[in-house]
Every structure is written in structure tokens, then in C-alpha cells.
């Protein structure tokens, strides 16, 4: 395949006017018309093969640090690595690593994008390996990369964009206690193993099995907070007023779930997460947490934001209208969560429900194209059955019109510890490229954990 490089300084700099892109575009065209019609090369006749390595690897020196050394370089010049320490994957640490699971080594799941490179429960252990994972993290290292490369799943736009985009990874089941996660203070902290290293495996799998590399295909102009280990918790289930997230997803509650989101990265203004609540050191009222978490949505939506429910055609094309509608994942810390339930009386339903509610504009302050959008919803039968007439009355004059296409627009976790805070991660839409950017999986096949659903 011909490819035409369009350098970056020229490119980014130029698209600022029609003015000023135009010679760009119109070279551009030549090239493209060349590229498209010019007979083909001998070499480009002969297309070389991308190098793979299907044998073990020896690495030998005088002393075993000298070896270890060498391996560790040798994976990073290859870009086999994350630029930290590895553990070296030795056929009997795999084998070891393999032991946390009864699933096949041979068994595929699919390919990986970018590259979709193949993904066995082999490579994942090799990842979780050199991460530094236990055999009893494995089922839920499986579980995530299952999530990753799940055909609805858009791991391609977080994983390459030039946005920071950032995954979130929250394990909610008994097998988060059994493998001692962190689901209180300092959850996204440094410390735990469990956390870190599952959220390591997952980083070492995009990059050996989805071929990811900073610069190459995965394009954050500032890279991505937490870009070792990603954003790992576990839900604080002893703490929590409320069932367990996972039954909430459709699971039962023996089970073991993890919970894959997608969230902003540096508050680049499509996305981002926001945090709510006093901490140690403000009294923050429960009620105004709710309130200021239904005015950013409301704020991050509509006609009075920049990134806004304008993202609909007027053709009602029904994928344009899926993609303007933001999901809000809602991490709830034990205190607010508790407050909430004993006070006001909130279910994790009722929440949804208050937010729904109000997580509303003003119908005066919605553009026309808003309006249109907002209705080509309705009429095309994205907004759910159940709450397209409440949405339909409010939007005329005097009404508020609501910012998320049903309660369930909004997921609610409690984790976190006492004090802590609220947390509010968005994900600009369901997804760019497929359909969901919020996806969970039931742990399964574990052989040293009771949790892991055997």
C-alpha cells in the first residue's frame, strides 16, 4: 500500500485557514494521483514480511545481572516493553504464571488493535510475566484483555488517538479481597501488587499484542496519566450501602467482574475526570456533591458548552446520534455513598434516576441544531422507550431538557476510603470507532482463588 506522508509541522500548522491549507491540499492531490497511477516498483513488487520471533530467546552473560540486563534492553530496542524493569518470561515463570488459570495456553481471543496481533491466554501470561503479576491475578488479567479486544469494545480510539485518553480497569467481585486489591485510600496509588501489576499486564498485552508504541500508532500528544498500569481499583463492597456493581451489570452475585471505561486524560476539554467532595479537609454536604456532579454533565452537554449535544446531524443518522450522547462512569467514595443512602433514602437506581432528572438544560439556552438533535433521538428510538416522553415534554419552552438518554447513562460504583472523594469520569461518547467505550467481563476459570468463578 502506497502511503503519502503529510509532515506534521506542515499539516498542523497549516490547517488553520482555507487560506493557508490550500497549497498543502493541492500538493497533496499531485501526490495522491501519482501515488494512485504511477506503475508499480520492482521492490514495491517484493513487499517484505514483518519479522516475528516464534522460538525461545537466550540471553547470556558473565554474571545473571549482566544477563537480565541485556534482556531488558534488548525487549525495550525492540519496543517489547514499557521502559521499566521487566521479570524475564522464562518457560518455567510462564508455566508458573499459567497455573492461576485453566484455560487452554493455545486458546485465542481475538486480534488486538491497532495491529491485531493475536491474543492467546499464552501471551497474556508472557505479559503478566513480565509485569510482575501472582498466577491467581491472571483470571483477571484475562478477563481485561477480553474486554480490550471484544468486537464492540472501541479500544482502537483510546489506545491511538492523540487525545490522553486513559483506561480504567474496576474489578467488583470476592476475588478482589482474596487477591488483596485496593479498593479504599490510595486506591490509583503505588503500593498494592494486585493493583499495579494487573494494570501493568494490560499495558504490556497493548503493547506486545496490539503492537502499540508512543509516537508510532499511539498518538496522546502528552501521553496518558498513569500510562504503566493504567487506573486499577476494586470495588469497596464492605463499605458500600448499596448491591454490588456487578449485579447492577447483570451478573450474579458469586460472581467476579471486571469493569473496563474509557475517561479523559489532562482536561482536554471532550473528556475528563472530575473529583467532588471535601476530603479530609472541607465539609461537603451530600447533597451538593449530587448537585455539582448533575451540573457537570449538564455543563459537558447542550448548547452552553463548547463540547456539546450537537453532534447530531439533522439526517437523524442514527450512529451520528449514538455518538453525542456521553456514558458517566461514577466512582461514589463510602462516605457520600452512605450519606446518600441514609439520609435520602438513594438506592444506586434512585441516583441514576435523581441524575437523569436533573442533569438538564434549559430549553432557551439549546441552539436548533440542539433541538434537532435531541428530537432525531427521540424519533429514531435511541432514548429508551420508558423515558421518551419524559425527554419529549420538556423539550418546548420553560422546560429542562435532560442530558443523558436514560438513568442508565450513568454508572455507579462505591470505592475509595473514609474520607475520600467522588469521582466522575466521562468518555466523550460511546464510542468512535465501536460501539462501547464502557464494557464488563465476568472472571472465570480460576484454579487458586475461590473468587475467580471456577
Do not use: C
Given at each position: 500500500?502506497?502511503?503519502i506522508?503529510?509532515?506534521t509541522?506542515l499539516f498542523?500548522?497549516e490547517r ?19 501515488a494512485?497511477?504511477d ?7 517484493r513487499?517484505?514480511e514483518?519479522?516475528?520471533v ?6 547470556s552473560?558473565d554474571?545473571?545481572?549482566?544477563a537480565?540486563e ?5 525487549f525495550l530496542?525492540?519496543q517489547?516493553?514499557?521502559g521499566?524493569?521487566l521479570?524475564p518470561?522464562?518457560?518455567?515463570r510462564?508455566?508458573w504464571?499459567l ?6 495456553p493455545d486458546e485465542?481471543l481475538?486480534p488486538m488493535?491497532?495491529r491485531n496481533?493475536?491474543t492467546?491466554i ?6 503478566a510475566?513480565?509485569?510482575g503479576?501472582?498466577p491467581?491475578?491472571l483470571p ?5 484483555v477480553?474486554?480490550l479486544?471484544?468486537p464492540?469494545f472501541d ?6 488517538s492523540?487525545?490522553?485518553f486513559?483506561?480504567?480497569i474496576?474489578v467488583?467481585?470476592?476475588i478482589a479481597?482474596e ?5 479504599g ?5 503505588y503500593g498494592n501488587?494486585a493493583?499495579?501489576?494487573i ?5 504490556l498485552?497493548?503493547i506486545?499484542l496490539?503492537?502499540?508504541?508512543p ?11 498513569s ?6 481499583f476494586a ?11 456487578r449485579?447492577?451489570q447483570?451478573f450474579s ?5 471486571v469493569t473496563?471505561?474509557?475517561?479523559g486524560g489532562y482536561?482536554?476539554g471532550?473528556?475528563q475526570?472530575s473529583?467532588y467532595?471535601g476530603?479530609?479537609v472541607a465539609l461537603?454536604?451530600?447533597?451538593t456533591?449530587?448537585e455539582?456532579?448533575?451540573?457537570d454533565?449538564s455543563?459537558?452537554r447542550?448548547g452552553v458548552?463548547s463540547?456539546n449535544?450537537?453532534g ?7 450512529n451520528t446520534i449514538r455518538?453525542?450522547?456521553?456514558k ?11 450519606e446518600l443512602?441514609e439520609r435520602?433514602g438513594?438506592?444506586r437506581?434512585?441516583l441514576?434516576?435523581k441524575l ?6 434549559r430549553?432557551?439556552d439549546l441552539?436548533?441544531r440542539?433541538?434537532a438533535?435531541?428530537q ?7 432514548i ?7 425527554v419529549q415534554?420538556q423539550l ?6 435532560p ?10 460504583m462505591v470505592?475509595g476510603g473514609?474520607?475520600g472523594y ?5 468518555y ?6 465501536k460501539?462501547v467505550?464502557h464494557?464488563?467481563?465476568r472472571?472465570g476459570d480460576?484454579?487458586?482463588?475461590d473468587?475467580g468463578?471456577r
Open positions: 500500500m502506497r502511503i506522508d503529510v509532515p509541522e498542523y500548522r488553520i485557514s482555507r487560506e493557508r491549507a490550500r497549497p498543502m491540499a493541492e500538493y497533496m492531490l499531485d501526490a495522491m494521483i501519482a494512485l497511477t506503475p508499480i516498483t520492482a521492490e514495491e513488487g513487499p517484505r514483518r519479522a516475528s516464534s522460538r525461545n530467546l537466550r540471553f552473560a554474571t545473571i545481572d549482566a537480565i541485556d534482556f531488558n534492553q534488548q530496542d525492540r517489547w516493553s514499557d521499566l524493569p521479570i518470561p522464562t518457560p518455567d510462564v508455566e504464571m497455573s492461576g488459570t485453566n484455560r487452554s485465542q481475538g488493535s491497532p496481533g493475536n492467546t499464552e501471551k497474556i501470561a508472557i505479559n510475566v513480565m509485569a503479576a501472582k491467581e491475578y483477571v488479567i484475562i478477563a481485561a477480553e474486554g479486544v471484544d464492540y479500544e482502537l480510539h483510546f489506545a491511538t492523540t487525545g490522553s486513559n483506561l480504567v474496576g467488583s467481585g470476592p479481597e487477591i488483596g486489591m485496593n479498593s485510600l490510595g486506591m490509583f496509588s501488587r493493583n499495579s501489576t494494570g501493568r499486564a494490560v499495558r498485552s497493548l506486545n496490539g503492537h502499540t508504541w509516537a508510532a500508532n499511539d498518538m496522546a500528544l502528552l501521553g496518558r496519566p500510562p504503566y498500569t493504567f487506573m486499577v470495588e469497596n463492597q464492605g463499605m458500600s450501602p448499596w448491591s454490588p456493581y449485579t447492577s447483570g452475585d458469586e460472581d467476579s467482574v473496563l471505561t474509557v475517561t482536561s482536554t471532550q473528556s475526570a473529583i467532595g476530603g479530609a461537603v454536604p451530600p447533597e456533591v449530587l455539582q456532579v448533575a451540573r454533565i455543563r459537558a447542550g458548552s463540547t449535544a450537537t447530531v446531524t439533522l439526517d437523524g443518522n442514527e455518538s453525542s450522547y456521553r458517566y462512569f461514577l466512582v461514589v467514595n463510602p462516605e457520600i455513598a452512605q443512602n435520602f438513594y438506592t437506581e434512585g441514576q434516576e437523569f432528572e436533573t442533569a438538564s438544560i430549553y432557551e441552539r436548533e440542539d433541538i438533535a435531541v432525531a433521538a427521540i424519533d429514531t428510538g435511541y429508551p422507550v420508558a423515558y421518551r416522553d419524559q415534554q418546548e419552552p420553560g422546560g429542562q431538557v442530558m443523558m438518554s436514560s438513568p442508565q447513562d450513568v454508572h455507579i470505592a473514609m474520607p467522588t469521582m466522575l469520569m466521562s466523550f461518547n460511546e464510542g468512535v470507532y460501539p467505550a464494557i464488563s467481563k472472571i480460576a484454579t487458586l482463588t473468587g468463578s
